[in-house]
Structure formats: C-alpha cells, structure tokens
C-alpha cells in the first residue's frame, strides 16, 4: 500500500498581531478580458465590432466610447451595491478607475494648460469618488460619480457632433482652444 500524500489545501487569510485579515489581491481587470460581461467586453461577435470602433475612431470619438465605458461601468457598480453584490461593486469600480486614469493621462499636452489642469482635477477627484464609494459601500458617491461622468460625457457628444469626431484643438490660450466656444 503506498501512502498517500495530502493534496494541496488552499491559502487562507492570514491573522496579523494587530487581528486584521489579509486577503490576497484580485488580479487587474481588463477591459475585453475573459470574464468580464456585458456588450462589447469580450463576449463573441460585440468584441470584433467593438476592435473595429476603436481602431476607426477619431480621437474625440475615442474619448467619447472611454467616457461611456466609465458610466457603464459606474452604474454597474451602482446596481452591485443596491443588490449587495460586492464583486460587481468590485469589478464596476476597478474598470470605471481605469478608464478615468486613462482619461487623465491620454489628454494632450498642447490644449490650454488651464483648462486640462481642471479637467484632470475632475478626474481625480472622480477616481477618489470611485475608491470611497467602494470601500465605504457608499452608493451617494457613486450617484454623484455617474452624474459628473454623464455631464462630461455629454458636453464631448457636443464635440463630436460639432467635428465629426475628428476635430483637433484650437492652438492653446486661444478663444476656441478644444473647440467647445459657441
């Protein structure tokens, strides 16, 4: 008879002195990966359409589909913590993060300083929106996320509408700098 060896058991948390539980990390969230849901993430023929969008759209379109994605993302979360479902709360808030730090760092250097100092000023303070609305399970942040996201949204609609989606920046300081003056 040959002894058997114990089968492997998983990990499990850890009890620090200071009686906290450490938990292992969740692996980053990417956006079309297997295992997200919903249109255009990864789920057969929507994903080819969605490749095709992206590599045919203009800048401010891609900015526009960014934008929707956070929203979309954003109220995803919203519904997890109505229905108490953490991992939803969890995944909605880790891809609406990472479209928002896009945001932020994909916006050009030659626009008006001042302006893109307030708009990454907006998108930090959404991206910090984000995290307490996770952490605290706080669904008034994430209300208040969703709308400043639809408002932005909503003004680059504006945008594209105005250049086709392939307008470029007037130079920066003047008059029409990114083209939004009437």
Not at 46 to 72: C, F, I
Not at 81 to 109: H, N, P, W
């Amino acid at each position: 008879m040959t002894p058997r060896t114990p089968s492997p058991t998983p990990p499990t948390p850890s009890q620090p002195s200071g009686g906290t539980t450490t938990v292992a990390k969740h692996p980053p969230v990417v956006l079309g990966a297997a295992g997200t849901s919903g249109p255009g993430t990864g789920g057969g023929g929507s994903n080819a359409y969605l490749r095709t969008r992206v590599m045919t759209a203009g800048p401010m379109e891609l900015r526009q589909m960014l934008l929707d994605g956070a929203v979309k993302f954003a109220r995803q979360a919203r519904e997890g913590l109505d229905k108490k479902d953490f991992e939803a709360v969890y995944l909605g808030v880790s891809q609406s993060r990472a479209i928002v730090v896009e945001l932020m760092t994909s916006m050009g250097r030659e626009v008006d300083s001042e302006l893109a100092g307030k708009v990454r000023g907006l998108y930090s303070y959404i991206f910090s929106e984000l995290t307490l609305a996770s952490t605290e399970k706080d669904p008034s942040r994430l209300d208040r996320v969703i709308g400043l996201l639809e408002f932005e949204r909503e003004t680059w609609s504006l945008a594209v509408a105005k250049f086709g989606g392939q307008g470029k920046p007037a130079p920066a300081g003047s008059p029409g700098a990114l083209g939004l003056s009437a």
